[in-house]
């Protein structure tokens, strides 16, 4: 059983920054790749960023690539989302998910977080 509770979210200017947390219970969290995703209202949910169980690797959507950084920290059982220099179009409920693949893809995703919403204002 993997639990995973995201924070972190809240409410800021275009420009600033924030800082996603998502932490799990369960003894086997560095077995699992991570993701996280996001959801608009009327939208698709999509990824966001993604990585590897070693944490070696990592990779990110086109629309964030140079403005946010992926990371985990196996010994808190934490993966972080830092996101930089925010637009509007950030504005979405984020997600942190878990599963036994690295990737982009929602379906590769077996555990769910509840969601922290992040919201930009211009």
């Known amino acids: 059983q993997v639990r995973l509770e995201e924070s972190g979210g809240g409410m800021v200017q275009a420009g600033g920054s924030l800082r996603l947390a998502c932490t799990a219970s369960?003894?086997?969290?560095?077995?699992?790749?991570v993701a996280w995703f996001r959801e608009a209202p009327g939208k698709d949910r999509s990824n966001v960023a993604s990585?590897?169980?070693?944490?070696?690797?990592?990779m990110y959507t086109d629309s964030v690539t140079g403005r946010f950084t992926i990371s985990r920290d196996i010994t808190k059982n934490t993966v972080y989302l830092k996101m930089n220099s925010l637009k509007s179009e950030d504005t979405a409920l984020y997600y942190c998910?878990?599963?036994?693949?690295?990737?982009?893809?929602?379906?590769?995703?077996?555990?769910w977080g509840q969601g922290t919403q992040v919201t930009v204002s211009s």
């Open positions: 369960g003894p086997a969290f560095s077995k699992y790749a």
């Open positions: 998910a878990a599963g036994p693949s690295y990737s982009r893809v929602v379906q590769d995703y077996d555990y």
């Open positions: 990585i590897s169980e070693s944490g070696q690797f990592t």
